[in-house]
């Protein structure tokens, strides 16, 4: 695989993203790195970077050209966004940089920073229709999307660096103070008419802000899946955060779990910020993008030779990438797929499910053995773990919950869901157990790994009988899957007998 370093120098943090991949096939992210430079630090006030905050970013981007270049990276792209972009003495900068490290600097514009935030989050976020926004260090940034276009864009100096220094004089925060930064970020977005809910467009947040406060709602609801990425952030529970930050000065912030430490000063003018955002557009709530710019640089340079560097089908690429990346046995998996949506259809009279269950059904079968690249003693648990910490693209925590219970009820035994009751809705423990019924007969009827079982036919009755047409001897299967029948019965509460059709 080749690896690229894709570098993003913010105005709060810098961060540093490594890919392995394989030209419009597969990838993976390998590292991360990221270093709270602040390089905003008391720009506002007087036009210009800052000494202090120049010598931080530069040794940040220093180190981190040094971690590509010995781990062999073969090329990094590397940008400047708001601070570097809009500073009155940006040579003080290249100066320094110049004279620490060769790393070559790119300072994108407010519209190439907007364009790359929407081909990360549309990208990550399988994004149709609605808006996409980035809240950073030193502005703010808002995208719409029709279709998967970007059809507009807006920026404004609404950072939290920048916010924070010129509103908040206060630890807690004062009243006054309070009334200023909110109206500060009320104006902001007073003109931004186009920003309007409705019709099933979505909000969609990226930056360090957004997933802080994520974060933060996710400990205080016990949220049952350690992922930020797809995560649903009310405005309700937006509002009770705020109220948190509100009351606490810098040192009970820093107590508050999900909030860093590092990032306990800024949050409170971030979190006034997305307020008056969702509130302008009439939004009840925003989904939660862990991918952005430096994903969207990266998709740019995977895709290189589409325009715009879209993927067609984010949630259908990235179950095929994790199977590419789990050195699956593509024959087989086809084979257990196709058997598995055979009988999903034929049984439709049975299990009344639809298009969105077969779906998960196909994309479960497709990943069902990605645990054996672990081992393949318990691989069915090997594989669940893998589904929740995979960078599934384009799928809400709940389906990744019965996607990961599929993979893992594929073998045996019926896996509890009490874990994740908050995430699942009336219905999903039956919905589960049915289609992990349908995948474990498609698993058996496959046992060999040499498509013997072609196709089946079922016959609905007060016993299903399920006929397995068939290329050869396949005896072996057919025993197999009658054993392991049994989770079918306790689903469908029917009897089943599964039979050769010649």
Same mark, same amino acid.
């Given at each position: 695989?080749?690896?690229?370093?894709?570098?993003?120098?913010?105005?709060?943090?810098?961060?540093? @993203?490594?890919?392995?991949? #394989?030209?419009?096939?597969?990838?993976?992210?390998?590292?991360?790195?990221?270093?709270?430079?602040?390089?905003?630090?008391?720009?506002?006030?007087?036009?210009? +970077?800052?000494? $202090?905050?120049?010598?931080?970013?530069?040794?940040? !981007?220093?180190?981190?050209?040094?971690?590509? $270049?010995?781990?062999?990276?073969? #090329? @990094?792209?590397?940008?400047?966004?708001?601070?570097?972009?809009?500073?009155?003495?940006?040579?003080?900068?290249?100066?320094?940089?110049?004279? =620490?490290?060769?790393?070559?600097?790119?300072?994108?514009?407010?519209?190439?920073?907007? /364009? /790359?935030?929407?081909?990360?989050?549309?990208?990550?976020?399988?994004? #149709?229709?609605?808006?996409?926004?980035?809240?950073?260090?030193?502005?703010? =940034?808002?995208?719409?999307?029709?279709?998967?276009?970007?059809?507009?864009?807006?920026?404004?100096?609404?950072?939290?660096? $920048?916010?924070? &220094?010129?509103? *908040?004089?206060?630890?807690?925060?004062?009243?006054?103070?309070?009334?200023? +930064?909110?109206?500060?970020?009320?104006?902001?977005?007073?003109?931004?008419?186009?920003?309007?809910?409705?019709?099933?467009?979505?909000?969609?947040?990226?930056?360090?802000?957004?997933?802080?406060?994520?974060?933060?709602?996710?400990?205080?609801?016990?949220?049952?899946?350690?992922? @930020?990425?797809? /995560?649903?952030?009310?405005?309700?529970? !937006?509002?009770? @955060?705020?109220? #948190?930050?509100?009351?606490?000065?810098?040192?009970?912030? &820093?107590?508050?779990?999900?909030?860093?430490?590092? %990032?306990?000063?800024?949050?409170?003018?971030?979190?006034?910020?997305?307020? =008056?955002?969702?509130? %302008?557009?009439?939004?009840?709530?925003?989904? *939660?993008?862990?991918?952005?710019?430096?994903?969207?640089?990266?998709?740019?340079?995977?895709?290189?030779?589409?325009?715009?560097?879209?993927?067609?089908?984010?949630?259908?690429?990235?179950?095929?990438?994790?199977?590419?990346?789990?050195?699956?046995?593509?024959?087989?998996?086809?084979?257990?797929?196709?058997?598995? !949506?055979? !009988?999903?259809? =034929?049984?439709?009279?049975?299990?009344?499910?639809?298009?969105?269950?077969?779906?998960?059904?196909?994309?479960?079968?497709?990943?069902?053995?990605?645990?054996?690249?672990?081992?393949?003693?318990?691989?069915?648990?090997?594989?669940?773990?893998?589904?929740?910490?995979?960078?599934?693209?384009?799928?809400?925590?709940?389906?990744?919950?019965?996607?990961?219970?599929? *993979?893992?009820?594929?073998?045996?035994?019926?896996?509890?869901?009490?874990? /994740?009751?908050?995430?699942?809705?009336?219905?999903?423990?039956?919905?589960?157990?049915?289609?992990?019924?349908?995948? %474990?007969?498609?698993?058996?009827?496959?046992?060999?790994?040499?498509?013997?079982?072609?196709?089946?036919?079922?016959?609905?009755?007060?016993?299903? %009988?399920?006929?397995?047409?068939? &290329?050869?001897?396949?005896?072996?299967?057919?025993?197999?899957?009658?054993? $392991?029948?049994?989770?079918?019965?306790?689903?469908?509460?029917?009897?089943?007998?599964?039979?050769?059709?010649?």
């Amino acid at each position: 695989m080749h690896k690229i370093g894709i570098i993003d120098l913010g105005s709060n943090t810098t961060r540093l @993203i490594v890919m392995a991949y #394989q030209p419009g096939h597969c990838f993976r992210l390998v590292d991360e790195v990221s270093e709270v430079v602040r390089l905003a630090e008391g720009v506002s006030a007087t036009g210009q +970077l800052q000494a $202090r905050p120049i010598r931080r970013a530069v040794e940040a !981007l220093r180190m981190f050209e040094i971690l590509c $270049r010995s781990t062999g990276v073969e #090329q @990094i792209i590397a940008v400047g966004t708001s601070a570097i972009r809009e500073a009155a003495n940006q040579e003080d900068f290249w100066q320094a940089l110049h004279s =620490q490290t060769p790393l070559d600097l790119r300072i994108i514009s407010a519209r190439e920073e907007a /364009y /790359y935030a929407y081909v990360g989050a549309t990208n990550a976020l399988n994004l #149709q229709n609605g808006f996409i926004f980035d809240t950073g260090g030193g502005s703010t =940034q808002v995208d719409a999307v029709a279709n998967r276009r970007l059809v507009e864009s807006f920026s404004a100096q609404a950072g939290v660096v $920048r916010f924070t &220094e010129r509103f *908040v004089t206060s630890d807690p925060i004062n009243r006054r103070d309070l009334r200023a +930064l909110t109206e500060g970020a009320r104006q902001v977005f007073a003109e931004l008419d186009w920003l309007r809910a409705g019709d099933g467009k979505v909000l969609a947040g990226m930056g360090g802000t957004v997933r802080t406060l994520a974060r933060i709602d996710q400990k205080l609801r016990c949220h049952p899946i350690d992922r @930020i990425h797809g /995560y649903v952030l009310t405005r309700a529970a !937006l509002a009770t @955060i705020t109220e #948190q930050l509100v009351r606490k000065n810098r040192r009970e912030r &820093e107590q508050i779990p999900g909030l860093k430490a590092d %990032r306990a000063d800024v949050t409170l003018a971030g979190a006034v910020i997305i307020e =008056q955002l969702m509130d %302008r557009g009439g939004f009840s709530e925003l989904l *939660v993008s862990g991918q952005g710019v430096r994903e969207g640089l990266f998709y740019a340079h995977f895709l290189q030779h589409v325009d715009p560097p879209l993927l067609a089908d984010p949630r259908s690429f990235s179950v095929l990438n994790l199977a590419r990346l789990s050195d699956y046995e593509a024959t087989h998996c086809a084979k257990v797929a196709a058997l598995s !949506l055979s !009988l999903f259809d =034929q049984l439709a009279p049975l299990h009344t499910m639809g298009p969105w269950e077969r779906e998960l059904l196909g994309h479960a079968a497709l990943i069902h053995d990605i645990g054996v690249t672990v081992g393949y003693y318990d691989h069915h648990k090997h594989g669940e773990y893998l589904v929740h910490n995979a960078a599934l693209l384009g799928f809400s925590h709940r389906e990744i919950v019965i996607i990961g219970a599929l *993979v893992r009820n594929h073998r045996k035994g019926l896996a509890s869901l009490s874990e /994740y009751a908050a995430l699942l809705q009336p219905g999903d423990e039956l919905r589960i157990a049915r289609l992990s019924a349908l995948l %474990r007969i498609a698993e058996y009827l496959e046992r060999s790994k040499s498509q013997v079982v072609r196709d089946v036919c079922v016959e609905l009755g007060a016993t299903v %009988r399920i006929h397995a047409a068939t &290329e050869g001897d396949a005896a072996v299967e057919i025993w197999d899957a009658n054993r $392991r029948s049994g989770l079918f019965r306790k689903a469908f509460d029917r009897e089943v007998e599964i039979v050769s059709a010649t």
